[in-house]
């Protein structure tokens, strides 16, 4: 066995064989996979190799195109055959919310280039003939859709790798993983150790126990799926042609033809089992569980309703195997926390679909640094220790059993929830908080009269004018929100000011008080993250960032500090409730609980923090408001949260305070054309692109600096614009196609109502040439093309003069 190789992937199953054969495609051969089996004898053997290009995400749509380019192509540069099905596959839509989600994601697809239609029943019926569809409004039809043989699908991936250099050692059990003093990795196994610069996780059932070798305790969840396969059917055996593959919400099955019989694969909508709770012995291998057929009961009648020849056949076979699940269904592929050269690429419910893009962007992160699609939805860093144990429980459960659901705008299950909360969770709640939860944080998104209770869906709903009147509390009097779900780092040591100038396009305060926004980018130019950094003392700073980025730009400001530099960085999000108070009588309510000096004459103007006593509360108090008001955000001992918020709401009774929550704020942060961080401003862009370059320090010396001037000179192909729409029922969520006529110019990435000035508003990336001011296009919400115009400044105050004020 080699000693030493570039990259060890610990794993034979879709997962490892598409990232090895990607490492070798991006030109690393030095690259080994070690298997405790065969190649696919974890979940891979025994799945049922549907490839579907339906999803409801951008990046994941582009990345469900590479498993049907793959498989098509893989024997043809292999001489290994794929099993490749090219039969298509249709989704039914039952009720309203379901037409509504086709809608979505048929714009997601068109934009991305996966052919789609929608069906009409009696298409459906063309294209399958065995169906009953009467209770069916619309079908989802992806006519390069199929299905593939699993094993063969991953050995022609393993084939393709060792033509590219690679190795492969089956029979080969990793024991365990060390960091050594090296900075490289130590794998030991049965056979001996290996030494290497990069090990991957790609261990799928067994995934959890290998992180624990590490300290990681990832949130995955073993669910025991089945399928069932008939015997032959007369009436399957009477088609011309294999029919699509059926994905069915009522019965939560899909269907697909397997022989001259019917494989029927149901997602058990209630009593789903999790399984290996308290590990899984390491000799599981190739094996299959127990069925458990009465648990499918409910599903199998509704499947005999929608085929019903097939209850006519015997059933020749029961496949019950474990597939691992996450909170939110989707797979963990990115850096471990924490771990330098640590890359997890487990935890996928559908790998065989997912192997081939999980391998192409994972390899693309390894070898450049970066992907170029958008992966922020797929770093493991979107999971804190607050995912794992009973949440991963309860949420992958509950994943699995709403397999075939729609995910509904504004809709988060209870399952696992309330994990993290703020001392204010209660009272809020007992005030009309509808909560949701980010990054495990439950935050207000709105307040609801008594009895009143979320109507979710794609189009606006019954919170419109509940959030009318919080956005126009915040404009006319005064507002207070919970932000605590803030990250919070602290920085600093000798160097931290000289680090900070590195990691950050924007200058970096040197005097106490200073506030700047900026972004961090990484040598590519691309936006990694983004924070307001605040001078609290010489060398001394104290960073905030988005909620869900926790984790990640922790890691991304431990990994840039270089060996000779005097730097300490610490998350602090625990330690600090933050509220904001904002909107023209913020000054006064404020000013009643302080002795310090709040106005402009006394220093304290918009981009400056100063430590202050509120009620007699220590609070870094920040004047800055997303928003777009005069305004600051408070920042408490988290102890004292309760009493600085009760303190806050009595001072501002006089004044008409009211609380509002996350989508007042989307709707008042648009109106003041501000970006956010993963939805407008991700690694896919530069400051260039994203019109923002007054945040980049024209003196240079930044990660990425030399790409962004590159770019300033050169000029890109895309722009972000903000723009208005032409809707009256429903806004862009993001994703939405932008097109000229018939032709797709580009693409939402994020909207809303401004209630105040009261338009449908959105940020769309576009192509050059389309970003000028007043240029119109159209944007496809719903399946309804609605016109468009591009805005120069942004619809509320845009010269500042309330943020000043
Ligand atoms: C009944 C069923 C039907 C399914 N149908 C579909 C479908 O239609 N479409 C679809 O896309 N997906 C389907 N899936 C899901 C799919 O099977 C999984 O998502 C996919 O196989 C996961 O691949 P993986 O590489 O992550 O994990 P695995 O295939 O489990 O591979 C992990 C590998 O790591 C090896 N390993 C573990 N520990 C060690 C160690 N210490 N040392 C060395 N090697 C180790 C294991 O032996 C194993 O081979 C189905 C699953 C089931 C159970």
Redesign the pocket.
């Known amino acids: 066995m080699k000693q030493h190789a570039r990259v060890v992937v ?9 990232l090895l054969y990607a490492l070798t495609k991006e030109g690393w051969d030095d690259v080994v996979l ?19 290009h339906f999803i409801g995400g951008l990046s994941m749509a582009k990345l469900h195109q590479e ?1 049907p380019r793959l498989y098509k192509a893989l024997e043809a540069e292999t001489g290994q055959a794929t099993g490749w099905h090219g039969c298509g596959a249709i989704r039914l839509a039952l009720n309203d919310a379901e037409v509504d989600w086709f809608k979505y994601v048929k714009g997601i697809l068109d934009y991305v280039g996966s052919e789609c239609h929608l069906v009409t029943p009696s298409e459906i019926r063309d294209l399958h003939p065995l169906l009953v569809v009467d209770d069916v409004k619309v079908g989802f039809y992806t006519p390069n859709d199929g ?1 593939t043989d ?1 094993a063969s699908a ?1 050995n022609a991936m393993a084939a393709g790798a060792r033509l590219g250099g690679a190795t492969i050692y089956r029979h ?4 365990g993983t060390r960091l050594l003093d090296s900075g490289e990795w130590e794998v030991s ?1 049965d056979k001996g150790t290996i030494v290497c610069e990069h090990v991957v996780n ?6 959890k ?2 992180g624990e070798w590490v300290g990681l305790d990832l949130p995955i969840v073993n ?5 069932l396969v008939t015997d032959n059917l007369p009436e399957v055996e009477a088609l011309d042609k294999e029919p699509p593959v059926i994905r069915d919400p009522k019965a939560s099955c ?1 269907y697909r033809q397997e022989q001259k019989g019917i494989l029927i ?1 149901p997602y058990e909508r209630a009593g789903a089992q999790a399984w290996g709770l308290d590990g899984i012995d ?1 000799s ?2 190739m094996e299959l569980l127990t069925p458990a057929l009465d648990r499918l009961e409910t599903s199998l009648e509704h499947a005999a309703e929608r085929i019903p020849c097939w209850t006519n056949a015997g059933i020749k076979r029961v ?6 699940h996450t909170p939110d269904g989707g ?1 963990l592929l990115g850096p471990a926390e924490g771990l330098r050269n640590y890359w997890l ?11 081939p893009g999980c391998g192409k962007y994972l390899a693309q992160w390894m070898v450049h640094g970066q992907t170029e699609i958008n992966v922020r939805d797929m770093d493991p860093r979107r999971y804190g220790k607050w995912a794992s144990g009973d949440y991963a429980i309860a949420k992958s459960i509950d994943e699995y059993q709403q397999m075939y659901q729609p995910h509904l705008p504004g809709e988060y299950r209870d399952a696992g929830r309330p994990t993290r909360i703020t001392p204010l969770y209660e009272p809020l709640k007992n005030a009309g908080a509808v909560y949701g939860d980010t990054f495990g944080w439950e935050r207000a998104k709105w307040y609801a009269p008594k009895g009143v209770e979320e109507q979710y869906g794609f189009r606006r709903n019954n919170s419109f004018d509940a959030v009318a009147e919080e956005c126009r509390a915040v404009r006319e009097r005064v507002g207070l929100t919970d932000l605590t779900s803030f990250s919070k780092y602290e920085v600093s040591g000798k160097d931290a000011f000289a680090f900070l100038e590195r990691v950050c396009a924007n200058r970096i305060p040197a005097k106490p008080g200073g506030v700047v926004l900026s972004q961090m980018l990484t040598e590519l130019g691309g936006i990694e993250g983004e924070a307001t950094v605040t001078c609290l003392s010489d060398n001394h700073y104290y960073l905030l960032s988005a909620a869900v980025a926790e984790l990640h730009d922790l890691d991304w400001l431990v990994q840039h500090v270089n060996s000779d530099e005097e730097v300490q960085i610490k998350n602090v999000t625990d330690d600090f409730g933050v509220l904001v108070l904002t909107g023209p009588r913020s000054r006064d309510v404020l000013q009643t609980l302080t002795d310090a000096g709040l106005k402009n004459e006394d220093g304290f103007t918009w981009m400056q923090a100063r430590e202050i006593a509120v009620a007699g509360i220590p609070v870094r108090a920040l004047r800055v408001s997303y928003v777009g008001e005069l305004g600051w955000e408070l920042h408490c001992p988290m102890d004292k949260l309760g009493e600085l918020y009760d303190a806050l709401m009595q001072a501002g009774e006089s004044h008409g305070i009211q609380r509002f929550g996350t989508y007042a704020m989307n709707s008042l942060r648009i109106e003041k054309a501000y970006k956010g961080w993963g939805s407008e401003l991700t690694t896919e862009i530069s400051l260039v692109e994203a019109n923002m370059l007054r945040f980049a320090r024209k003196s240079g010396g930044y990660i990425g600096a030399d790409v962004v001037e590159q770019k300033k000179r050169d000029g890109v192909p895309i722009y972000l614009v903000y723009c208005e729409i032409d809707s009256s029922d429903a806004d862009a969520m993001g994703n939405e196609p932008v097109l000229d006529g018939e032709k797709i110019i580009g693409v939402t990435t994020g909207g809303a109502y401004g209630h105040t000035v009261k338009k449908s508003l959105a940020f769309a990336y576009v192509n050059s040439g389309y970003e000028i001011e007043g240029t119109e296009f159209e944007v496809r919400i719903l399946g309804e093309t609605r016109k468009a115009r591009v805005l120069l400044e942004a619809t509320w105050d845009p010269t500042n003069d309330r943020l000043r004020g």
């Open positions: 610990i794993g034979g199953g879709a997962l490892g064989a598409g070690l298997e405790k089996g065969e190649l696919t004898s974890g979940s891979t053997w025994h799945a049922a190799g549907l490839i579907p498993g299905h699993p991953t080969t059990q990793v024991t196994t790609a261990a799928g059932s067994f995934a126990q290998i669910m025991e799926h089945h399928y899909y694969g390491w599981f291998d496949v019950n195997g474990p597939i691992t797979f690429c487990c935890g996928a419910s559908i790998g065989i679909t997912q192997g």
